[in-house]
Nanobody
Framework: QVQLVESGGGLVQPGGSLSLSCAAS????????MGWYRQAPGKQRELVAT???????NYVQSVLGRFSISRDNAKNTVYLQMNSLKPEDTAVYYC???????????WGQGTQVTVSS
């Protein structure tokens, strides 16, 4: 069974940093894109950042210059380095993986990120 295990969430003060990790296992397909989504209380889920197997990245405008996504293909792991965190970044962050044809899609369990003083 495909599993995505997330780690790295927690409580941080505004302006602080956190690093998220997501390790995928059990996938028989080539993971083309890995990404992070987030859902704040009472809000819709939104895409935060994605990265393709070759390293092409995309970010939502609100995190540009503050967040950085990366991946280790040998370890099937995706990372999200979050700097200069703001209270509006508070959300549950979910890892996501897809194949190149968008036939397969899997989600992590979610990890809570809280930015508050």
């Amino acid at each position: 069974q495909v599993q995505l295990v997330e780690s790295g969430g927690g409580l941080v003060q505004p302006g602080g940093s956190l690093s998220l990790s997501c390790a995928a296992s059990g996938s028989g397909f080539v993971i083309y894109v890995m990404g992070w989504y987030r859902q704040a209380p009472g809000k819709q889920r939104e895409l935060v950042a994605t990265i393709t197997r070759s390293g092409r990245t995309n970010y939502v405008q609100s995190v540009l210059g503050r967040f950085s996504i990366s991946r280790d293909n040998a370890k099937n792991t995706v990372y999200l380095q979050m700097n200069s965190l703001k209270p509006e970044d508070t959300a549950v962050y979910y890892c996501n993986i897809k194949d190149i044809y968008n036939v397969y899609e899997y989600w992590g369990q979610g990890t809570q990120v809280t930015v508050s003083s």
